[in-house]
């Protein structure tokens, strides 16, 4: 997916009301954590921008339904002890396409 277009995908999401949340996990861990959070019915989806590799580490977004925000929050800060994952990554719909 052309960068362009993931990040009309994130407007569209945002759009239709979900939460987003930036967040940064070991390259090694992009499986494990994308597994682990949409293996939760109805709960949230990962995205992975393209070129968002920051070292050892890869910018992803979450994206929950409003209802399920406390629900993904403790997913996360699980996943915080767990993996290493580190939130609050910069948007990265503000840098240039």
Known sequence: ????????????????G????HVSVPRRE???VKSLIESYP????????PGRELGERTSLV???APGFVAMMDGIL???EDEVGLMRGV?????ETA
């Open 1 to 16: 997916m052309r960068r362009a277009d993931h990040l009309a995908l994130l407007d569209h999401l945002a759009a239709d």
């Open 18 to 21: 979900l939460v987003l949340e």
């Open 30 to 32: 992009v499986v494990h």
């Open 42 to 49: 109805g709960i949230g989806s990962v995205h992975a921008p």
């Open 62 to 64: 979450v994206a929950t």
């Open 77 to 79: 800060a699980e996943l």
């Open 90 to 94: 910069r948007d990265t719909r503000e």
